[in-house]
């Protein structure tokens, strides 16, 4: 059966069918398509997390979607927006505030994951999807794929170690890259690094004023 | 015993020689390596062990794949803060006498990825290296030149007095402490036993076009 949003490689997606076919089925389980403005036009689902796992077991199971291949698991952590409108933010953050306004758990910024779904039997793909969390602090959990997809098994481990979301049922939830003693999540925009800029012998630019500051503190 | 003797004697066939310099000669003729690498200059590490470079004219052909029969670290790559623990514990596990090159630009500050979260910049911070080899990575003739260098300040080591190597001095340390894995950082960050900051006048940094002043 060939359906009109069927995808090919390379091919440009449309996700208006693939959107109204998930709705049908789980209601409430898509929350907006995100548009990429870019040549590469790769548009994403953004998802409820309460419906992830519906969603993601019939992208795998549904005999013409057949997303059988995640291939890519990533972390983005959007911080709250500092002064709402401010000149030199970018379209894509623009878009994200005016969507905060309409989720209240948007507003003191958030943790996005985004995956990237291909169907080797069906040689189509990719679908992209996105998953929000509330906030940066406590509300961080998202609903695990890894038992979907195996192969985000790693990958959402190094996002619970560099952006600290938490994935709930995730089958082994550790660090991957850092130690398990280390607390912070590196990948954050408001990571604290360990202030070792002792010896700097080509400072310049951001470096060059760490190193100021460190010897400034030290004097 | 002069040097002009020597070269007369060794002319007619008699080998005069110091037990110095037979112990030098000894050690800096067969460095045995540890083979073990880190990153990318891993890969020009074992390039000059093959057929191409071949280190093996140097003495130093017989990779170790454990340091108790290992006496030269050859530290050739990324050292990350998780592998940093590691490292100086390998470098303990050496008998002495053992020597350190530290082999690219990562080895010695981080380099490239210098600012990460998780590197060590430069091995020297904890344990004592004895060449460093710039470059990123550095050819395999760089590293037979480390090679070189270290076999010559072998051979200049004293046996005795107050400038003898490490190894026969029974008030130097032969081990380091190992870092333990902090909470944000690696604890200590470094060992100011081996390293200081060397001094850079940071505050001219700014009135001066290279940046070091």
């Not at chain 1, 069906?122 to 609903?143: A, E, Q, Y």
């Not at chain 1, 800029?197 to 010897?215: G, N």
């Not at chain 2, 020009?44 to 017989?62: L, N, P, W």
């Not at chain 2, 909470?183 to 700014?206: C, F, G, K, R, T």
Request: hydrophobic share 35%.
């Amino acid at each position: 059966m060939l359906r009109s949003y069927k995808l090919h490689w390379r091919k440009k997606m449309n996700l208006e069918p693939l959107r109204a076919e998930l709705e049908e089925i789980i209601p409430g389980s898509v929350m907006e398509i995100i548009t990429n403005p870019s040549p590469s036009a790769q548009h994403s689902l953004l998802i409820n997390p309460e419906h992830g796992l519906a969603v993601a077991t019939y992208l795998r199971d549904a005999p013409d979607l057949r997303f059988d291949y995640c291939s890519n698991v990533t972390g983005i952590d959007w911080p709250a927006p500092e002064t709402p409108g401010k000149v030199g933010l970018k379209e894509m953050e623009e878009d994200i505030e005016q969507d905060g306004d309409e989720d209240d758990c948007a507003k003191a910024g958030y943790l996005e994951v985004v995956y990237h779904l291909y169907s080797m039997e069906k040689k189509h793909g990719p679908v992209i999807l996105r998953m929000r969390t509330c906030d940066r602090g406590k509300r961080v959990h998202l609903p695990s794929f890894t038992p979907i997809w195996r192969s985000a098994d790693f990958q959402e481990r190094e996002i619970f170690d560099l952006f600290g979301v938490i994935f709930d049922g995730h089958p082994d939830l550790r660090r991957i890259l850092m130690w398990d003693e280390f607390k912070d999540h590196p990948m954050r925009r408001d990571y604290v690094e360990p202030d070792d800029y002792e010896y700097e012998p080509t400072a310049h630019d951001e470096v060059l004023k760490k190193t100021m500051q460190h010897h400034s503190k030290h004097q | 015993m002069d040097e002009g003797l020597k070269s007369e004697l060794s002319r007619q066939g008699v080998v005069a020689t110091s037990l110095q310099e037979l112990y030098n000669w000894g050690r800096r003729s067969s460095l045995w390596p540890l083979n073990f690498g880190l990153a990318c200059c891993a890969i020009e590490m074992i390039a000059s062990t093959m057929a191409r470079y071949d280190m093996a004219r140097f003495g130093a052909e017989v990779f170790r794949p454990s340091p108790r029969q290992a006496d030269l670290m050859i530290v050739a790559g990324t050292i990350t803060k998780k592998m940093a623990p590691q490292v100086v514990r390998l470098y303990n596990q050496m008998p002495e006498p053992k020597y350190v090159i530290s082999m690219g630009a990562c080895a010695i500050s981080g380099g490239p990825f210098k600012q990460g979260y998780n590197v060590l910049k430069g091995i020297d911070r904890y344990i004592p290296v004895d060449i460093y080899i710039p470059g990123c990575p550095p050819r395999p003739e760089a590293l037979i030149d480390a090679l070189m260098a270290l076999q010559r300040k072998i051979d200049a080591q004293q046996l005795t007095g107050e400038s003898r190597p490490r190894h026969l001095n029974a008030d130097e340390p032969s081990e380091f402490t190992v870092p333990t894995f902090g909470s944000h950082d690696l604890e200590p960050p470094q060992n100011p036993a081996v390293w200081h900051a060397p001094l850079v006048q940071i505050a001219l940094a700014e009135e001066d076009e290279s940046g070091t002043a």
